[in-house]
């Protein structure tokens, strides 16, 4: 019986477990980490005959049987000494999403990339495709982890799967029929270092695409990608003299509409989600479905009942007319300008985490153009409380929680006549959080206890 060795208990790391264990592998999970939640999914594992080692650090050279084949979930580093050891032994090495490729290639998929956009894209994607009749689930950073969907009674007609750097890194032969790129500005530069390796993994999945979408409103994008995808479908929420590409193969807004195939889709408006990034976010998913063959109509009506994503720009409630919103997914430092850039001012907003990489200059500009006050959470806070003291903010807090920061800005809202109470972090969360979810619902939860009290 060959014999797989899985890193990370994650979602994909018990997706990727169950799956390889029904096609006659021994598999043996681990994880450096020891929780109560581990705790529990080990002992799951453990009654499906799937040994998981917790508080284990894998080293190749020591394990007593060396595997045939290793799975990496997507938060563990590529080129840590053990895996790069393995690669040395000859141990053939993937991530998660590989191996669901390896299962699923005989299906469709699109691959939605990017640094900013990729989830309410692929969100969005996969509702026009089910308004369309077709069993296409959104995998990947969203939904399920794609080793879940080759584990399904019924698969897929369509596999619509955010895929992030660290995925593609791994995935050396994911080949979908449609790849988007939603955006590109630097990100995960500790794990990747340069700017332009950063670039050449995502231009990766586009590559060995079948057809192309690209946003053509992204600077870097609209510089740097024409020569590399000559026959790519451009899209531009600027009209059709702003495209990169002939006006029937893009996709653009002109007089309020969506405009593809030189046809009206869907008035732009239709989406109920703030903010010019999530036009050209629509302009993408109306793209992917437009190559697909999907009927308009099946577009538009998608469209105009998609909810929006939960912890981007989620709206939560709204007390003594004092909207507060969920921006949790906004971990970096373009993420939380564009969401700045969406809301009415005056803010009072709460960022903070743990800190990562990056120019932060066009972030501290719109907070000095529409922040009233900064309540800091996190490890950061002290960095970020250093930079605005730089840019001579007249306010900002250190709080050092969410339990804090929320109620503390509730009542500065009032005192400053603040429109919106916003977290949009620019920061990961792992250094009071598991992950961006549990942070926005913390947030979430906290905003919801002010209305009852």
């Not at 995935?171 to 029929?177: E, G, K, L, T, V």
């Not at 969401?339 to 743990?354: D, F, K, M, Q, Y």
Request: overall charge negative; aromatic content about 8%.
């Amino acid at each position: 019986m060959p014999k797989a060795y899985i890193l990370g208990l994650g979602k994909s790391g018990i997706a990727a477990a169950r799956l390889l264990k029904k096609k006659g592998w021994q598999v043996t999970v681990s994880d450096r980490s020891t929780s109560e939640t581990l705790l529990q999914q080990q002992q799951q594992l453990a009654a499906e005959n799937i040994p998981v080692l917790l508080g284990h650090t894998f080293a190749p050279d020591t394990e007593a049987e060396k595997p045939q084949l290793i799975i990496v979930s997507p938060g563990v580093p590529w080129d840590i000494p053990a895996l790069i050891r393995a690669r040395e032994l000859g141990i053939e090495t993937i991530g998660e999403m590989e191996l669901a490729w390896r299962h699923l290639n005989t299906r469709p998929w699109v691959g939605i990339t990017g640094t900013n956009g990729k989830t309410t894209t692929t969100a969005l994607t996969a509702a026009i495709f089910q308004a369309a009749g077709f069993n296409a689930p959104a995998c990947g950073n969203i939904g399920y982890a794609a080793c879940e969907l080759a584990l399904a009674e019924h698969p897929p007609n369509w596999v619509i799967a955010e895929i992030s750097s660290y995925q593609i890194e791994s995935s050396p032969s994911i080949a979908p029929r449609i790849g988007v790129w939603t955006t590109f500005t630097p990100d995960h530069l500790n794990r990747h270092k340069t700017l332009e390796n950063y670039f050449n993994i995502k231009a990766q999945l586009l590559a060995q695409s079948q057809l192309q979408v690209i946003n053509g409103d992204d600077p870097y994008l609209r510089e740097n990608a024409p020569h590399r995808f000559p026959d790519a479908c451009w899209t531009s929420i600027k009209g059709k003299e702003a495209l990169l590409c002939e006006p029937l193969w893009g996709v653009y807004i002109e007089d309020g509409w969506v405009i593809a195939e030189g046809e009206k889709v869907v008035k732009a408006s239709a989406l109920r989600m703030v903010g010019e990034h999530n036009k050209q976010n629509l302009l993408m998913a109306v793209a992917a479905a437009t190559l697909a063959g999907i009927e308009k109509e099946a577009i538009a009506s998608a469209v105009a009942q998609f909810p929006g994503v939960p912890h981007r720009l989620e709206y939560i409630c709204t007390i003594d007319g004092i909207e507060f919103i969920n921006d949790s997914k906004a971990t970096n430092y373009d993420a939380a300008l564009v969401g700045l850039a969406s809301v009415a001012a005056p803010v009072i907003l709460i960022a903070g985490g743990e800190a990562k990489a990056g120019d932060d200059t066009g972030w501290m500009k719109i907070i000095q153009e529409k922040v009233a006050a900064v309540l800091l959470i996190g490890s950061a806070a002290p960095i970020f409380a250093k930079r605005l003291q730089e840019i001579n903010h007249p306010h900002y807090e250190i709080v050092e929680t969410m339990a804090k920061a929320v109620p503390r800005a509730a009542e500065l809202a009032q005192q400053l006549k603040a429109k919106v109470v916003l977290l949009s972090p620019a920061c990961a969360s792992f250094d009071q959080y598991q992950n961006f979810e549990q942070r926005g619902e913390d947030f979430r939860q906290l905003c919801l206890q002010l209305i009852q009290n």
